[in-house]
């Protein structure tokens, strides 16, 4: 109660005076309670405005004010009698407004959805449309944390007669979560040896010899690639620092004005970088591994999509993309700035040369993902050969996924002692239940960010309801009139709809709501759910306007060095630039990597 009380008169009036007696601070309560009640009682206005000025008058250095006369004043000047929950009740603002907005806009669909069909023709679908809608509120309003509000629908569609809890619960680990965790355990391999840091200091050296335009290109590059493999929030915190001291160098040799300037490309294309090569893999980014588990409970019969093939369709609009995002910052910002300067490059080498030799854990995780990208790359056919996979060596070559890949080299790692020679000599004291370091710990994975699971799971749950339901039929009926466009300007609309959608909402939550559609749309207007599923998907991660939209955007905004005007102004170029990537190769080079044709219907699409 003690520090409740303190902490109370801190927040009211700043640090109390060393000494004060234990009146003193009692009196000086009484003014905290009676101020927090003003907003409640006028009567008090008067006396807390009196109380305020005695307190800060007290708190002046040769302040004289007696303590009879401070005692006088602070007393209520009525017979109303302080309550201790009046003061607990918190002021309302308008985060919590728009969260208790939310909760009974909410409310009221639940009840209404429960006792109205609004379809006209299929109870099941309208209770689990509302089941989709008050989730999809609670999500772009952030009621609460977004890995809570996944949970959501695993509570409402038993309830709703939708789906049963055993069938939503069991979407929570699917091959595709295995994958995730695998590529999470990968991850967090590379960041323990300082692999990705090392990785960097050396492509970014390297790369100055060409003058800023190669610094600017080495660190786009080294995040675009490590966030293939790593989380795109952990590469861009890697490489943000660096950029910093890079920027503070150029400050420090009388180049302020063109750190500056270099500061908004520098930190912008980190970020969209690391967003980019998140769009390339299967383990980049959330949405890629949701859209196969998707495809695999919605049309069993399809097949998964390897990883090779994924890599096929998406690198081409990556590359694109990230090749017009440098020449827009370099010709447009950096140019015009450095072309005048003669800027030395040699502290970025000096900054490598100061590391220590490659350590052997280094060297063995390095290994570790080279076979794993080796194994995930020709597990099965190639695209375009007949040369069957590694996984035909097996009875079942169906039986091996990528999940099963990455398990397969990451769990291991906690298996296999440490290499480095400091840590087989050193007591290991932070593990005393271990005889040894190993190259992983759980200790160190108990951070890890197991939300994301909770995302994924959500997002197949509402697959799952879309399904049983009927609901994604009869969203493709009223999306019928998509059919009388040119597919072209179908995959246009959609694409632009979902890439500014994800501006204000998460993009795992976006694909879980817009996978279902897409797909039972697809079959509605005679196409491959394939067709539509992957631009959504890659629309997913181009999204470089508002903070909010990705990780990445967040951290770089959270440096305090772009203004939200500048990050808007520039991302929305390259929202555009996305916009006319995807839809050109969706039309265009996606299907053939994939495996299908446009305006070809695959027969385990057919009927569904």
């Known amino acids: 109660?003690?520090?409740?009380?303190?902490?109370?008169?801190?927040?009211?009036?700043?640090?109390?005076?060393?000494?004060?007696?234990?009146?003193?601070?009692?009196?000086?309560?009484s003014n905290a309670l009676d101020e927090q009640l003003q907003h409640r009682n006028s009567s008090h206005k008067r006396t807390s405005h009196r109380?305020?000025?005695?307190?800060?008058?007290?708190?002046?250095?040769?302040?004289?004010?007696?303590?009879?006369?401070?005692?006088?004043?602070?007393?209520?000047?009525?017979?109303?009698?302080?309550?201790?929950?009046?003061v607990m009740v918190p002021v309302l603002g308008p985060c919590v407004i728009k969260k208790v907005v939310a909760l009974f806009v909410c409310f009221v669909l639940l009840l209404v959805f429960w006792n109205v069909d609004v379809t006209g023709s299929c109870p099941q679908a309208s209770r689990a449309l509302g089941v989709v809608l008050i989730t999809a509120i609670l999500w772009t309003t952030e009621t609460t944390s977004l890995h809570i509000i996944a949970l959501v629908p695993v509570l409402?569609?038993?309830?709703?007669?939708?789906?049963?809890?055993?069938?939503?619960?069991?979407?929570?680990?699917?091959?595709?979560?295995?994958?995730?965790?695998?590529?999470?355990?990968?991850?967090a391999a590379i960041e323990r040896t300082g692999l990705h840091f090392r990785m960097a200091m050396h492509l970014v050296t390297f790369a100055s010899r060409w003058g800023v335009g190669g610094v600017l290109a080495g660190f786009y590059f080294i995040s675009w690639f490590l966030s293939m493999w790593m989380s795109n929030t952990a590469t861009t915190l890697c490489?943000?620092?660096?950029?910093?001291?890079?920027?503070?160098?150029?400050?420090?040799?009388?180049y302020?004005?063109?750190?500056?300037?270099?500061?908004?490309?520098?930190?912008?294309?980190?970020?969209?970088?690391?967003?980019?090569?998140?769009?390339?893999?299967?383990?980049?980014?959330?949405?890629?591994?949701?859209?196969?588990?998707?495809?695999?409970?919605?049309?069993?019969?399809?097949?998964?999509?390897?990883?090779?093939?994924?890599?096929?369709?998406?690198?081409?609009?990556s590359i694109i993309t990230a090749l017009f995002m440098y020449c827009y910052f370099y010709f447009y910002l950096v140019r015009p700035v450095f072309k005048n300067l003669n800027v030395s490059w040699d502290f970025l080498r000096d900054m490598r040369d100061k590391q220590v030799a490659m350590t052997p854990n280094e060297i063995f995780i390095l290994v570790v993902l080279i076979v794993t990208v080796l194994l995930w790359m020709f597990r099965a056919e190639i695209p375009g050969t007949h040369v069957p996979g590694w996984s035909h060596m097996f009875w079942e070559p169906k039986y091996i996924n990528d999940?099963?890949?990455?398990?397969?080299?990451?769990?291991?790692?906690?298996?296999?002692?440490?290499?480095?020679?400091?840590?087989?000599?050193?007591?290991?004291?932070?593990?005393?239940?271990?005889?040894?370091?190993?190259?992983?710990?759980?200790?160190?994975?108990?951070?890890?960010?197991?939300?994301?699971?909770?995302?994924?799971?959500?997002?197949?749950?509402?697959?799952?309801?879309?399904?049983?339901?009927?609901?994604?039929?009869?969203?493709?009926?009223k999306l019928g009139f998509i059919e009388k466009l040119p597919f072209f300007i179908s995959v246009f609309i959609i694409v632009t709809f979902v890439l500014f959608l994800t501006e204000i909402n998460s993009n795992t939550a976006t694909a879980s709501v817009m996978f279902p559609v897409m797909a039972a749309l697809a079959v509605s207007i005679g196409q491959d759910p394939r067709a539509l599923m992957m631009p959504v998907a890659i629309a997913?991660?181009?999204?470089?306007?508002?903070p909010v939209a990705t990780a990445p955007n967040m951290v770089v905004f959270g440096v305090g060095k772009i203004p939200i005007q500048k990050m808007m102004r520039h991302g929305l170029v390259l929202n555009i630039t996305g916009i006319v990537v995807i839809t050109l190769l969706a039309v265009s080079l996606i299907p053939p990597s994939i495996g299908f044709k446009i305006g070809t219907q695959p027969p385990w699409a057919q009927g569904k």
């Open 540 to 546: 997913c991660s181009f999204a470089f306007m508002l």
């Open 156 to 187: 409402l569609l038993p309830v709703m007669g939708v789906s049963s809890f055993k069938t939503v619960s069991n979407k929570f680990w699917s091959s595709s979560t295995f994958l995730l965790v695998g590529g999470f355990l990968l991850s």
């Open 239 to 254: 490489l943000i620092p660096v950029a910093g001291v890079s920027l503070s160098v150029l400050e420090q040799r009388g």
């Open 403 to 477: 999940g099963w890949v990455a398990l397969l080299v990451t769990v291991p790692l906690f298996m296999i002692p440490s290499f480095n020679k400091e840590d087989r000599q050193k007591e290991v004291a932070d593990y005393p239940n271990q005889a040894m370091r190993y190259m992983l710990q759980w200790e160190e994975i108990k951070g890890f960010p197991w939300e994301v699971f909770c995302l994924f799971g959500g997002g197949l749950a509402l697959a799952e309801g879309f399904k049983t339901s009927g609901l994604s039929q009869w969203l493709a009926d």
């Open 51 to 86: 109380s305020r000025n005695s307190m800060r008058m007290r708190n002046e250095p040769g302040s004289a004010v007696p303590d009879e006369k401070l005692e006088e004043e602070l007393l209520p000047t009525d017979d109303s009698v302080v309550k201790p929950w009046m």
């Open 1 to 29: 109660m003690a520090d409740l009380t303190k902490g109370l008169l801190d927040d009211e009036f700043g640090e109390t005076q060393e000494g004060d007696d234990e009146t003193s601070r009692e009196r000086a309560l």
């Open 256 to 317: 302020a004005v063109a750190a500056k300037e270099l500061s908004t490309p520098l930190y912008l294309g980190i970020a969209y970088s690391a967003s980019l090569g998140g769009v390339c893999t299967l383990v980049g980014t959330p949405p890629n591994p949701l859209l196969a588990s998707t495809l695999e409970e919605t049309f069993p019969e399809a097949g998964s999509i390897t990883f090779a093939r994924w890599m096929a369709a998406t690198l081409p609009p």
